[in-house]
Nanobody, 125 residues
Framework: QVRLVESGGGVVQPGGSLRLSCGSV??????TGWFRQAPGKAREFVAS????????DDAESVKGRFTNSRDGVWNTIDLQMKTKEVEKEATYYC????????????????????WGQGIQVNDSS
Protein backbone atom coordinates (compact mmCIF):
# COMPACT_ATOMS: atom_id res chain seq x y z
CA GLN A 1 0.00 0.00 0.00
CA VAL A 2 1.40 3.36 -1.03
CA ARG A 3 1.33 5.95 1.75
CA LEU A 4 0.78 9.52 0.59
CA VAL A 5 1.36 12.64 2.68
CA GLU A 6 0.17 16.07 1.53
CA SER A 7 1.67 19.35 2.70
CA GLY A 8 1.57 23.04 1.91
CA GLY A 9 -2.05 23.93 2.55
CA GLY A 10 -3.26 27.06 4.29
CA VAL A 11 -4.94 30.38 3.64
CA VAL A 12 -4.74 32.02 0.25
CA GLN A 13 -6.14 35.31 -1.00
CA PRO A 14 -8.40 35.29 -4.07
CA GLY A 15 -6.11 35.57 -7.04
CA GLY A 16 -3.17 34.47 -4.93
CA SER A 17 -0.94 31.44 -5.28
CA LEU A 18 -0.35 28.38 -3.18
CA ARG A 19 1.70 25.25 -3.72
CA LEU A 20 0.69 21.83 -2.45
CA SER A 21 3.02 18.86 -2.31
CA CYS A 22 2.46 15.16 -1.90
CA GLY A 23 5.24 12.79 -0.95
CA SER A 24 5.63 9.06 -0.89
CA VAL A 25 8.49 6.63 -0.26
CA UNK A 26 7.83 5.13 -3.67
CA UNK A 27 4.89 5.99 -5.87
CA UNK A 28 5.24 2.73 -7.87
CA UNK A 29 2.13 3.57 -9.78
CA UNK A 30 0.71 4.22 -13.23
CA UNK A 31 -0.49 7.75 -12.50
CA THR A 32 -0.81 10.35 -9.77
CA GLY A 33 -3.44 13.00 -9.37
CA TRP A 34 -5.24 15.60 -7.33
CA PHE A 35 -8.90 15.89 -6.33
CA ARG A 36 -10.59 18.49 -4.15
CA GLN A 37 -13.74 18.58 -2.08
CA ALA A 38 -15.56 21.69 -0.95
CA PRO A 39 -17.93 21.54 2.05
CA GLY A 40 -21.22 19.92 1.10
CA LYS A 41 -20.04 19.01 -2.38
CA ALA A 42 -18.78 15.90 -4.10
CA ARG A 43 -15.09 15.28 -4.53
CA GLU A 44 -14.00 16.49 -7.95
CA PHE A 45 -11.09 15.76 -10.25
CA VAL A 46 -8.48 18.51 -10.51
CA ALA A 47 -5.40 17.21 -12.31
CA SER A 48 -3.37 14.10 -13.05
CA UNK A 49 -0.18 12.89 -14.65
CA UNK A 50 1.12 9.53 -15.76
CA UNK A 51 4.15 8.71 -13.64
CA UNK A 52 6.51 7.27 -16.23
CA UNK A 53 6.19 9.80 -19.05
CA UNK A 54 4.40 12.70 -17.41
CA UNK A 55 1.39 12.99 -19.70
CA UNK A 56 -0.88 15.47 -17.96
CA ASP A 57 -4.59 16.12 -17.76
CA ASP A 58 -6.25 19.07 -16.04
CA ALA A 59 -9.90 19.75 -15.29
CA GLU A 60 -11.36 22.55 -17.41
CA SER A 61 -12.00 24.63 -14.31
CA VAL A 62 -8.29 24.85 -13.46
CA LYS A 63 -6.61 24.91 -16.87
CA GLY A 64 -4.17 27.75 -17.19
CA ARG A 65 -4.19 28.37 -13.42
CA PHE A 66 -3.00 25.13 -11.82
CA THR A 67 0.24 23.38 -12.69
CA ASN A 68 0.63 19.71 -11.87
CA SER A 69 4.22 18.45 -11.72
CA ARG A 70 6.22 15.51 -10.41
CA ASP A 71 9.75 14.89 -9.23
CA GLY A 72 10.90 11.32 -9.74
CA VAL A 73 14.09 11.88 -7.77
CA TRP A 74 12.42 13.11 -4.58
CA ASN A 75 9.19 11.12 -5.13
CA THR A 76 6.91 14.09 -4.82
CA ILE A 77 4.11 15.57 -6.85
CA ASP A 78 3.20 19.23 -6.64
CA LEU A 79 0.17 21.32 -7.44
CA GLN A 80 0.92 24.99 -8.02
CA MET A 81 -2.35 26.87 -7.80
CA LYS A 82 -3.44 30.35 -8.68
CA THR A 83 -6.88 30.79 -7.17
CA LYS A 84 -9.78 32.87 -8.34
CA GLU A 85 -12.63 34.68 -6.61
CA VAL A 86 -15.16 31.85 -6.71
CA GLU A 87 -12.91 29.26 -5.11
CA LYS A 88 -13.59 29.02 -1.42
CA GLU A 89 -12.36 26.45 1.02
CA ALA A 90 -11.69 22.92 -0.08
CA THR A 91 -9.74 19.91 1.02
CA TYR A 92 -7.21 18.74 -1.55
CA TYR A 93 -6.23 15.12 -1.90
CA CYS A 94 -3.45 13.46 -3.80
CA UNK A 95 -3.91 9.91 -5.00
CA UNK A 96 -2.44 7.17 -7.15
CA UNK A 97 -3.87 4.98 -9.85
CA UNK A 98 -2.29 1.58 -10.42
CA UNK A 99 -3.50 0.66 -13.87
CA UNK A 100 -3.80 2.12 -17.33
CA UNK A 101 -7.32 0.68 -17.69
CA UNK A 102 -8.55 2.46 -14.58
CA UNK A 103 -6.87 5.67 -15.66
CA UNK A 104 -9.14 5.93 -18.70
CA UNK A 105 -11.88 6.96 -16.25
CA UNK A 106 -9.63 9.12 -14.08
CA UNK A 107 -12.29 11.71 -13.26
CA UNK A 108 -14.07 9.07 -11.16
CA UNK A 109 -12.91 8.76 -7.57
CA UNK A 110 -13.46 4.98 -7.63
CA UNK A 111 -10.65 4.51 -10.19
CA UNK A 112 -7.97 5.74 -7.80
CA UNK A 113 -6.39 3.23 -5.45
CA UNK A 114 -4.60 5.13 -2.70
CA TRP A 115 -5.44 8.50 -1.18
CA GLY A 116 -3.64 10.94 1.03
CA GLN A 117 -5.28 12.22 4.17
CA GLY A 118 -6.20 15.53 2.54
CA ILE A 119 -5.01 19.06 3.18
CA GLN A 120 -7.10 22.16 3.73
CA VAL A 121 -6.98 25.27 1.57
CA ASN A 122 -8.98 28.27 2.72
CA ASP A 123 -9.86 31.52 1.03
CA SER A 124 -8.90 34.51 3.15
CA SER A 125 -11.97 36.60 2.21
Amino acid sequence: QVRLVESGGGVVQPGGSLRLSCGSVNFATYATGWFRQAPGKAREFVASSTWRNGVKDDAESVKGRFTNSRDGVWNTIDLQMKTKEVEKEATYYCETCKSRDKYFARSETSKWDCWGQGIQVNDSS
